[in-house]
């Protein structure tokens, strides 16, 4: 079994992961015209992270599948099911590489001056008191934009305490800041409402971290390339565990906030009302992730 604390990550060159994820959603009865939308394959390439295979298999009949790619570079698998009797599984297995020695994770500095990574999101509207902290988090660091991102980064981690159960999908980075608790999309959704008040342009990141049982959230701050002109770079910061993120970060989707990166989404028709609850549990929802190690592409200086 490989402990993933053991591993000496700045001595990694290359490494590949199999990603494995199965999503159940079960009804209180029939379901029609069942519209599911996926956003669990990487994109093609990422900075030093490349995507390499996925298989998706889904337990109902599907009668239609569209592949594309949304406005914010993600890729999307929309399904269409007629119908469904009382559950549909779907069950994924995507293979991603990253490696080192390729420099920053360069970007059109365009980015830099686009207003939906600038600006309030629905979950992250600042209230008093992340403008009072975003004010005192500021001082001093007035052109220093990794400064003062590694900054917010530290102050967030510090500022909650990891709990299941008392956030969910809607919850807004004030009220989660407000709770004193959440879970890593609470933390991301606090640090995002920070870096735009500062002035720091920053996006929400969806993927996965070796060594969890579910999908991960953090958050990139872009910030002008000095050695790179007219380019920008994406610094990525993860304030649940307090660090910057590493060659065990795998990237799947990017947005303004959670709503623009959620995993699974979708619509039905039904002679009810139901709500889906997207627990993660063993049998509804479940991922696993793994080096893989027996493709010999954990190299090592």
Same mark, same amino acid.
């Given at each position: 079994?490989?402990?993933?604390?053991?591993?000496?990550?700045?001595?990694?060159?290359?490494?590949?992961?199999?990603?494995?994820?199965?999503?159940?959603?079960?009804?209180?009865?029939? *379901?029609?015209?069942?519209?599911?939308?996926?956003?669990?394959?990487?994109?093609?390439?990422?900075?030093?992270?490349?995507?390499?295979?996925?298989?998706?298999?889904?337990?109902?009949?599907?009668?239609?599948?569209?592949?594309?790619?949304?406005?914010? @570079?993600?890729?999307?698998?929309?399904?269409?099911?007629?119908?469904? +009797?009382?559950?549909?599984?779907?069950?994924?297995?995507?293979? *991603?590489?990253?490696?080192?020695?390729? @420099?920053?994770?360069?970007?059109? @500095?365009?980015? =830099?001056?686009?207003?939906?990574?600038?600006?309030?999101? &629905?979950?992250?509207?600042? +209230?008093? &008191?992340?403008?009072?902290?975003?004010?005192?988090?500021?001082?001093?660091?007035?052109?220093?934009?990794?400064?003062?991102?590694?900054?917010?980064?530290?102050?967030?981690?510090?500022?909650?305490?990891?709990?299941?159960? *008392?956030?969910?999908?809607?919850?807004?980075?004030?009220?989660?800041?407000?709770?004193?608790?959440?879970?890593?999309?609470?933390?991301?959704?606090?640090?995002? &409402?920070?870096?735009?008040?500062?002035?720091?342009?920053?996006?929400?990141?969806?993927?996965?971290?070796?060594?969890?049982?579910?999908?991960?959230?953090?958050?990139?701050?872009? *910030?002008?390339?000095?050695?790179?002109?007219?380019?920008?770079?994406?610094?990525?910061?993860?304030?649940?565990? @307090?660090?910057?993120?590493?060659?065990?970060?795998?990237?799947?989707?990017?947005?303004? +906030?959670?709503?623009?990166?959620?995993?699974?989404?979708?619509?039905?028709?039904?002679?009810?009302?139901?709500?889906?609850?997207?627990?993660?549990?063993?049998?509804?929802?479940?991922?696993?992730?793994?080096? =893989?190690?027996?493709?010999?592409?954990?190299?090592?200086?």
């Amino acid at each position: 079994m490989l402990d993933v604390e053991e591993i000496d990550w700045q001595r990694v060159q290359r490494t590949a992961y199999l990603i494995h994820q199965h999503f159940r959603y079960e009804y209180p009865g029939p *379901v029609r015209e069942l519209q599911q939308r996926l956003l669990i394959v990487p994109p093609a390439v990422y900075g030093d992270q490349k995507y390499l295979v996925h298989r998706l298999d889904v337990s109902a009949e599907v009668a239609e599948t569209v592949n594309e790619v949304d406005e914010f @570079g993600n890729v999307v698998i929309k399904l269409s099911n007629p119908s469904i +009797d009382y559950s549909v599984d779907f069950e994924a297995w995507i293979v *991603v590489e990253r490696f080192t020695g390729g @420099g920053p994770h360069l970007l059109s @500095g365009d980015i =830099l001056s686009d207003a939906r990574y600038r600006e309030p999101s &629905a979950l992250t509207q600042p +209230d008093a &008191a992340l403008r009072e902290v975003a004010v005192m988090l500021s001082e001093g660091t007035q052109d220093q934009s990794l400064t003062l991102a590694a900054r917010i980064n530290d102050w967030v981690h510090d500022a909650l305490h990891y709990e299941h159960g *008392v956030t969910d999908i809607h919850t807004t980075a004030a009220q989660a800041l407000e709770l004193g608790r959440g879970v890593c999309q609470d933390y991301a959704h606090i640090m995002l &409402a920070l870096c735009r008040q500062c002035g720091l342009v920053a996006r929400y990141v969806s993927g996965h971290l070796l060594g969890e049982g579910g999908t991960h959230a953090w958050v990139e701050a872009l *910030v002008a390339a000095p050695e790179h002109p007219g380019k920008a770079m994406a610094l990525a910061f993860d304030p649940t565990h @307090g660090c910057e993120t590493g060659l065990h970060y795998i990237t799947v989707a990017v947005g303004r +906030d959670y709503y623009d990166a959620a995993p699974t989404s979708g619509t039905f028709q039904a002679p009810y009302w139901v709500s889906l609850r997207c627990a993660r549990r063993w049998g509804q929802f479940h991922w696993s992730i793994r080096m =893989l190690i027996d493709f010999h592409r954990l190299s090592y200086e």
